[in-house]
C-alpha cells in the first residue's frame, strides 16, 4: 500500500489536474502569493484576485512598495484582512532582509510573517524541491479516509501523525508533485461530500470506503460557539447646498474585527432590536445630537458569516443638513459619493453599497 500509493497518486494527477496559473512554475512569489489569497477561499474565487495582483503587482519589489490602502481595496471581498496585512509585511521583509529572494527551507521561511508550517511547505516543496509535505484540509481528509485515522485534526497529536504518515508516503518522489497531487486529488475526488468512491484509485485499500464510513472522516473536535453580533449602521446623507452628495465614513481604529476599513457610524447591541428604538438610544444620541435629520429607507437585516461570530446589520439611511453633531469626537470622515469606492469597507458594506447603487 505505502509503495505504489505515491505513483498511483501522481499518475493519476497528471491526467486530472487543473491549470493554474501559478502551477507549473518555480517562481517563489507566484506560490506564496497563491498560497496566502487562497487561504479560506476557493479557487473559483480566489484566481481573479490572483491575476489582479499579479498584474498590478508583477513582483515582490513592487509588492513591497503598496500602500496599505490600495491592498485592502484590491483584497476587498476577500476578508480575513490580517491575510492583506501579512501579505505587506512579508513582501517588506523578504524585500529588506532577503533582498527580494525567498529562503528555501521551511524554518526560515515560517520567520516571515503569515507563513505557518502549511505555506511553508508549499513553498519550499513546489518551488525549490525540498522534501517536506505539505499538510492542508485536503491532505487530512484524504489521509484520514484511506488510513482510517481516527485522530481529531485540530489536536497537536493529530497534526503530528499526519505528518509523519505524509512525510513517509512523500519519500522518493518529486516534492511539489507530489503535494499538489494530495491537494488536488483531495479538492477534485475525494471531496467531502459524497466521493465517487466506486471510481477511485484506492479503493481496494480506502479503510473508510470499505466500512461505510467515509463522512464520518476527518474527526474534528467540536467548534467554539459562534457570537451574534447586531450593527445598526447609521448610513448618513449629508445634503450640501447645492453640491454633490456626501455620505459619512468611519475608520475602524479599535482592536476588533475589520480593523483599518471603513464603515458607517454603528451602534452595535448584543440582542436584536426594532429599527425605529434605535433612533431614541443614547448612543444615537451621541453621534447625532441636535441634527435635524429625516429617514430615508431601512434596510432588511443583511447577515456575514465570520469564524466565530455572526454579524446581523441593518442600515438606516438618514439625510442630514448639517455635520451631525458626533462628528469630531467620532473621527467622522465625509466622502464626496463618487469617492466611496476609493475606500476600502467590508464585503458586508460593500453588499449594502452595491444594493444601494441606483440611488446613490
Ligand atoms: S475510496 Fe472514496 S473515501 Fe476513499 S480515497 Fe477514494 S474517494 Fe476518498
Same mark, same amino acid.
Given at each position: ?10 499518475? $493519476? ?21 497563491? *498560497? ?10 480566489? #484566481? ?21 490602502? *490600495?491592498?485592502?481595496? #484590491? $483584497? ?33 521561511? #515560517? +520567520?516571515? +510573517? ?49 505528518? %509523519? ?18 491537494? *488536488? ?97 443614547? *448612543? ?6 441636535? %441634527? ?69
Amino acid at each position: 500500500m505505502l509503495d505504489d500509493f505515491g505513483d498511483k497518486l501522481i499518475h $493519476w494527477y497528471e491526467r486530472n489536474k487543473r491549470n493554474l496559473p501559478w502551477r507549473d512554475c518555480a517562481d517563489p512569489y507566484k506560490i506564496w502569493l497563491s *498560497e496566502i489569497i487562497l487561504q479560506q477561499t476557493r479557487v473559483e474565487q480566489g #484566481m481573479d484576485y490572483y491575476l489582479k495582483f499579479i498584474r498590478r503587482f508583477p513582483d515582490i519589489f513592487s509588492l513591497a512598495k503598496a500602500s496599505q490602502q *490600495e491592498i485592502y481595496k #484590491m $483584497w476587498q471581498g476577500l476578508g480575513y484582512y490580517n491575510r492583506a496585512n501579512n501579505l505587506m509585511a512579508a513582501a517588506q521583509t523578504i524585500v529588506d532582509d532577503f533582498g527580494g529572494s525567498f529562503p528555501q527551507q521551511p524554518r526560515e521561511l #515560517m +520567520k516571515i +510573517k503569515g507563513i505557518g508550517p502549511y505555506t511553508a511547505a508549499a513553498v519550499a516543496s513546489i518551488a525549490f524541491d525540498v522534501a517536506v509535505p505539505v499538510v492542508d484540509g485536503n491532505v487530512f481528509r484524504v489521509l484520514a479516509r484511506i488510513f482510517g485515522i481516527a485522530t481529531p485534526i485540530q489536536t497537536g497529536r493529530g497534526k503530528k501523525e499526519f505528518e %509523519t504518515l505524509a512525510a513517509t508516503l512523500l519519500q522518493n518522489h518529486p516534492p511539489g508533485t507530489f503535494n499538489q497531487a494530495m491537494m *488536488e486529488f483531495g479538492a477534485l475526488f475525494c471531496q467531502p461530500k459524497n466521493p465517487d468512491c466506486q471510481q477511485c484509485i484506492f479503493l481496494d485499500t480506502c479503510q473508510a470506503a470499505k466500512n461505510g464510513t467515509v463522512e464520518q472522516f476527518p474527526v474534528k473536535q467540536p467548534k467554539a460557539a459562534v457570537r451574534n453580533r447586531f450593527f445598526y449602521y447609521l448610513f448618513i446623507e449629508f445634503a450640501q447646498n447645492g453640491g454633490p452628495r456626501a455620505f459619512v465614513l468611519k475608520k475602524r481604529n479599535q482592536k476588533d474585527i475589520w480593523r483599518n476599513l471603513y464603515d458607517f457610524p454603528l451602534v452595535e447591541y448584543g440582542k436584536r432590536k426594532q429599527p425605529e428604538e434605535i433612533l431614541h438610544m443614547p *448612543e444615537f444620541n451621541d453621534l447625532i445630537g441636535q %441634527t435635524t435629520f429625516t429617514v430615508s429607507s431601512v434596510s432588511r437585516e443583511y447577515c456575514h458569516q465570520l469564524t466565530h461570530q455572526k454579524i446581523h446589520a441593518v442600515f438606516i439611511h438618514l439625510i442630514v443638513d448639517k455635520k451631525p453633531a458626533g462628528f469630531a469626537e467620532n473621527a467622522l470622515i465625509l466622502v464626496d459619493e463618487k469617492k466611496i469606492d476609493n475606500y476600502p469597507v467590508p464585503r458586508l458594506l460593500d453588499r449594502y453599497l452595491q444594493d444601494q447603487e441606483n440611488l446613490i
